[in-house]
């Protein structure tokens, strides 16, 4: 199967869109042996090393976010893409549990929107964490069918400049203050990894289950596209040229890693075809406990903070079977100011109520056209 992946490549009119289909296939599932590893640090023929500014963050500031020095970290690219990076998870062991709080708990939390809103009142979707945490902590009821709580019916959420769907654009007049820890782990990981005074000013979080997917587009939303892009997730990433017919690249995201688009990589296709079922960083005491068993022990002044054990079997259940990914964008460059644009009521809606393949077959340059195949994000 390694060889018939390749063979697409090589064949057919849409090549991006032959490969996320092969990609995505359940029976028989996928090879995988053709996807590329960074964790492994093998640098060859489609990956080299990139060097990081060793000198940007220093080690408390990246301690105080919940990361790793940055002469720990490890930076692949691949020939051929400049501005793309990859950063093989710099994150401290046990410091994920407290972003993946983050995200479940306070960042889905008015005045942020999310996709709940194209449907429920405010009022309903006001402590969406409050309305689901009892139900989740408690064990599955056998095999009888749940309903689904607000936080499984998560598909988007957006920060900062919300992301228009319908016009893909952000516009001064819909903004909310960006949050400020995650403002100060998305500038410390653009400088070391060369972009110095990044400010993150918009947030898409999706919210994926594990039969998922994130369909071909391109993001060129933002006006200055010199900014990195920044977000992670586990997957199969699919990273292609400036046009469809450009065969992609297929590699591994692990959880925890960090993926920089800048400059040209910004405007080449990519997808998410498969979402991974690998759990975040476990330590050997267990997810939940490592920053109570001292494997992190948050500083004063410290943005990461202990999980509490209720807070973390809401988590944990959460992640079972559903992903989070973080995507970090700055939407002005210095100096710049939105356009004079007339802006509509509806511009806090989303896509769709549920995602699919996001590619209508056609070879018209898409953005941001965030897909998933069913009515729930992970």
């Not at 100096?335 to 393949?357: L, V």
Request: aromatic letters at 8%.
């Amino acid at each position: 199967m390694a060889k018939m992946a390749a063979s697409m490549v090589e064949h057919g009119e849409d090549a991006f869109r032959t490969l996320f289909r092969f990609y995505r296939r359940k029976h028989p599932p996928p090879d995988l042996r053709n996807v590329v590893d960074f964790s492994k640090g093998l640098v060859g023929d489609k990956v080299l090393s990139i060097n990081l500014d060793l000198t940007a963050v220093s080690d408390g500031e990246a301690s105080r976010v919940g990361l790793r020095p940055v002469r720990e970290w490890r930076a692949f690219g691949l020939h051929g893409c400049p501005g793309f990076i990859i950063i093989a998870n710099p994150f401290l062991q046990g410091s994920q549990p407290f972003w993946v709080r983050q995200c479940l708990k306070f960042y889905p939390q008015k005045p942020n929107v999310c996709n709940l809103d194209m449907h429920m009142s405010p009022v309903d979707t006001d402590d969406i964490w409050g309305k689901s945490a009892n139900i989740l902590r408690s064990p599955p009821c056998g095999k009888k069918k749940e309903p689904k709580t607000l936080l499984e019916k998560l598909r988007w959420v957006t920060l900062g400049y919300h992301y228009n769907w319908n016009t893909k654009t952000y516009s001064p007049d819909h903004y909310t203050p960006f949050p400020a820890d995650l403002h100060s782990l998305s500038g410390l990981i653009a400088a070391g990894a060369g972009f110095p005074g990044f400010q993150a000013e918009a947030g898409i979080l999706n919210y994926y289950r594990s039969d998922s997917s994130l369909g071909i587009h391109v993001d060129e939303s933002e006006l200055d596209h010199t900014r990195p892009l920044l977000f992670g997730q586990s997957a199969i990433f699919l990273l292609g040229g400036t046009r469809r017919e450009d065969p992609p690249t297929a590699m591994y995201m692990h959880s925890g890693d960090v993926m920089v688009m800048s400059g040209q990589s910004r405007l080449l296709y990519h997808a998410v075809p498969r979402i991974l079922q690998d759990l975040p960083s476990p330590p050997p005491a267990g997810l939940g406990t490592a920053l109570r068993t001292g494997q992190v022990s948050p500083k004063q002044g410290s943005l990461v903070e202990e999980v509490s054990e209720e807070d973390w079997a809401v988590c944990s259940r959460y992640i079972q079977s559903s992903r989070v990914n973080m995507t970090v964008r700055q939407v002005l460059g210095p100096g710049q100011s939105f356009p004079d644009i007339c802006t509509t009521k509806d511009s806090d809606a989303g896509p769709t109520d549920g995602y699919g393949e996001g590619d209508t077959g056609g070879q018209k340059r898409r953005r941001s056209d965030y897909s998933e195949t069913e009515s729930s994000n992970t």
